[in-house]
Structures are given as structure tokens and as C-alpha cells.
């Protein structure tokens, strides 16, 4: 009987198969830099694995969390088929915020982590990899164990904090012990540093955690790891910690970590105040005439400096940098009459479009977009939200033009297969990210697992 399913393009495949050859012969072999000049754009999975369902001290050094805190702050279990929808929009990393004391250890004496939610964290982490995807894993807020505390500066407390850390990360690095290079590992996430006296101690976390990791030996010896800049914030990382990096067994396998939320009139804040106005609007001919709620600071200039802060202090010197995320809220302004809903869109698509420009440019920085999976606008509040993990569509319309425009989605011109596999059981997508059941009926390209496949 004629096949008409497929007809193999030998070209094509004769390409994968150099790419594939290539990308093995890659292993550890690479910097820290060339990795994450390989990540960009990067996205995250927030709100999932670094949830609770409750915000009680009670629940640090316990395992009253569960498997059930994935859903607590967003109403969606991660899946294969979520993720090959993440790398269908043309992500090509993902992080991973998690939570691990806080709800999840089953022997508070040794900080012991709960084998059921180490499973489902490597569960995760293997959604990603099997699409090829990079992660990078950290240890979220945590309920502030540690990083509520960075200034307590009694040498006690922080000799009993260093290890605290080297338990939970000798545990998380010798589960992923065998993972190759697609696996970071990040430290913390947002260490609360305001000046140089907590920066220095925060200093010693940093080196905590990359001994921690490195004692493990194997795949960890060659890892690239991710230290936090002091609050993630960009001025304090260079006037605190520029030329303070940890030491390093390994050469050339660190980066270091900054957010980039600014400015907080546009991203975050939720209504006028006192001492200012929201912004509305941010960027180059996206400012609406008569209006209050323009912004007056903090716009291309400004990003352009910041960047360009850590490129100097930090790139140049060898150590790449993770915007490990960063985002703005879309707001609905449709109840209010006299601004326009038009140019607050092309503010948000020109705001991503620009970070992700930026660093495209620069070169040696991965932005990481923060997605909360909250499908609410909420008026002029607004929401952060890029995929609809539920339905598998994009609710972040903007947001998401902004960085396809600096990193196209897959299309026809780099399809990466073309053979269409056996689809049972496998979730098939067209290029504009609408599933397909059953057996697709017309020929084209097609995203299975992540990969494109021309029928």
C-alpha cells in the first residue's frame, strides 16, 4: 500500500544528523558563556514548584507541603505536553524555581529531602530535557530560610546556614549527578543584600553552594553553576560584588544571576500613589499624548546602561549572566476612558523586545521571562502571564511578539525532522501552537514533543 504520510527529504536529514553529531561532541567541553549564549530566550515555570499551600513557619523543615503545593499558587500540572508547547513558542531553556525545605523534607535533623518530591522535581527537569530544552534549577525563596536572612551576621547562625545548604545541595546535585550540560543549577534566587556587609556574607553562601555541588564530583565537576547577585539587583551585583565571585575548581563554569524588574511604575505597580503615577506606557513612540501615566524614567536608556553595567563587570571578565526573570504586567485599561489600550500593548511588546535585544547584542546574557500561569488581567492591575498552560495557547499576546520578533518561533525554514513518528499518545501542534487530535490531515509541518516534523 503507498505510504502518504511522509516522504524523507535527505538534505534535511543529512543536516540533523551533522547537528546531532556535533551537539554530542559538545558534552562539558564548552564555557559558561558559550552555554548561555546557547539559552536565549529563556522562560519560567513560576508559581509551581516553588508554591505552598501555607504560609506558616510551621511549614519549613517538614514535609506538610507535598506533592500537592504544584498547584497551589496556579491551577495546572506540568506536563510533556505543557513544556513541548514551551519549546513549540521557541523558548530554548527553561528555569525552574523549587522550593525544598519549605514543606518538603522528611527528616528535619539531617534536612532530609522527601523522595516523592525530589521524584517529581526530576520529573520535570526530564520533560525538559527530553525536548532538548536547557534548565536551570535553583533553590527558590524557600521560605525564607536563608534568604530572609543573609545579613544576620553572628558567626554561628551563619557557619549553621552554610550547612544547611551543603545538605540540601549535596542531595539535589548527587540526584542529578548523571544529567549533561543542559542542567544548571542556581543557588538561591532573590538573597535579600542591601549593602556590602550582608554582600559579603552572601559571598560565602555563593561559595558554599559551588563547593557543595562540586564535592559531588562527576557530571557536578564540569556543571555550570549560577551564583545570586545581592538582591538580584543590578546595582548592587556591581557596586558589591564585582571582582568577589566565588573560586572555582573548574574554569570558566560560572554565572552570575540579576532580575531585571524595572522600573517598578511600569511592571508592578498597581495604582497611583502619592509620590507618583503608574506607567502605562514605556518606550520610543509608545507614550500617549495628554496622558499621566507615560513613563519618565527608566526607559531604553536606562535598560541599555544597566546591561551594559553587568556586561562590563561581569561578562567581560567571564562570567555570564542569567536574567533569571523579568517580566511586566499587561493591564486591561478598557474601563478607563481617556487612555489607550492600544499604545499600553506596544509598550509591552516593546519592552520585551527590547531586553531581549539588548542581550542578543551584548551577547553572554540569557533574559528568562517570569510566566505565573494567572489567566486574569485583573483591570489595570494586570498579569504577567505568557502561556495558558491549561488550554495551550498564548495568553500574553504582546509579550510574546516582543521576543519573537529578536527569536523567531520554529518555522519550515529549520525543521529539525522529517519523519512523522508514530503519534499515539503524542500531543501535535501546528506552528501557531493549536493542538491537533488524532492524525493530522494536511501536509505541512508539525511540533510533536518539541520537534518540528514535515508530513
Request: contains cysteine; negative net charge.
Amino acid at each position: 500500500m503507498k505510504d502518504n504520510r511522509i516522504r524523507p527529504i535527505l538534505i534535511m536529514a543529512c543536516l540533523l544528523f551533522v547537528g546531532m553529531a556535533t551537539r554530542a561532541q559538545d558534552g562539558f567541553d564548552r564555557s559558561a558563556t558559550e552555554v548561555i549564549n546557547d539559552m536565549a530566550p529563556g522562560w519560567n515555570l513560576g508559581n509551581t514548584l516553588e508554591a505552598t499551600t501555607s504560609w506558616t513557619g510551621a511549614a519549613l523543615w517538614n514535609n506538610k507541603g507535598g506533592l500537592g503545593t504544584e498547584t497551589g499558587w496556579q491551577d495546572t500540572k506540568t506536563s510533556q505536553e505543557i513544556i513541548d508547547f514551551v519549546k513549540s513558542l521557541g523558548f530554548k531553556s527553561i528555569r525552574i524555581p523549587c522550593a525544598w525545605a519549605f514543606g518538603h523534607i522528611s527528616n528535619a535533623s539531617t534536612y532530609e529531602i522527601d523522595g516523592q518530591w525530589m521524584a517529581r522535581v526530576k520529573e520535570v527537569v526530564d520533560y525538559c530535557i527530553n525536548d532538548g530544552l536547557y534548565v536551570v534549577l535553583n533553590d527558590h525563596w524557600d521560605g525564607g530560610w536563608l534568604e530572609n536572612h543573609i545579613k544576620d551576621s553572628d558567626a554561628a547562625t551563619i557557619e549553621k546556614n552554610k550547612a544547611i545548604l551543603t545538605a540540601l545541595w549535596t542531595q539535589i546535585a548527587n540526584a542529578f549527578i548523571d544529567y549533561d550540560e543542559h542542567l544548571l543549577f542556581a543557588g538561591l534566587n532573590e538573597p535579600n543584600a542591601e549593602d556590602q556587609a550582608a554582600t559579603n556574607n552572601l559571598i560565602q553562601y555563593n561559595q558554599t553552594f559551588v563547593d557543595a555541588v562540586r564535592a559531588t564530583g562527576g557530571n557536578n565537576a564540569k556543571r555550570v553553576l549560577v551564583v545570586q547577585g545581592p538582591s538580584t539587583n543590578i546595582y548592587h551585583t556591581c557596586d558589591f560584588m564585582a571582582g568577589k565571585m566565588p573560586t572555582d575548581v573548574t574554569e570558566g563554569k560560572l554565572a552570575v544571576e540579576i532580575h531585571y524588574y524595572n522600573p517598578w511604575q511600569f511592571w508592578g505597580m498597581e495604582k497611583d500613589e502619592s509620590w507618583g503615577k503608574v506607567f502605562y506606557y514605556w518606550g520610543k513612540g509608545n507614550h500617549y499624548s495628554g496622558s499621566t501615566h507615560n513613563a519618565t524614567w527608566g526607559e531604553e536608556d536606562d535598560m541599555r546602561n544597566q546591561l551594559q553595567m553587568m556586561k562590563t563587570n561581569f561578562v567581560a571578565k567571564g562570567y555570564p549572566v542569567v536574567i533569571g526573570e523579568f517580566g511586566a504586567n499587561w493591564r486591561d485599561l478598557s474601563s478607563l476612558s481617556n487612555e489607550s489600550q492600544e499604545k499600553h500593548n506596544a509598550s509591552i511588546k516593546s519592552h520585551y523586545r527590547e531586553l531581549h535585544r539588548l542581550c542578543k547584542e551584548m551577547g553572554g546574557m540569557v533574559p528568562m521571562t517570569w510566566d505565573t500561569n494567572y489567566r486574569n488581567q485583573e483591570g489595570t492591575k494586570g498579569c504577567m502571564t505568557i502561556v495558558d498552560r491549561k488550554t495551550l495557547t498564548v495568553f500574553g499576546t504582546y509579550a510574546m511578539e516582543g521576543i519573537n520578533e529578536i527569536y523567531p518561533r520554529p518555522s519550515e525554514s529549520n525543521i529539525n525532522s522529517t519523519v512523522l513518528p508514530n503519534n499515539e499518545n503524542k500531543a501535535i501542534y501546528t506552528l501557531q501552537g493549536i493542538r491537533i487530535n488524532g492524525e493530522p490531515q494536511k501536509k505541512g509541518v508539525y511540533i510533536i514533543n518539541g520537534r518540528k516534523w514535515l508530513k
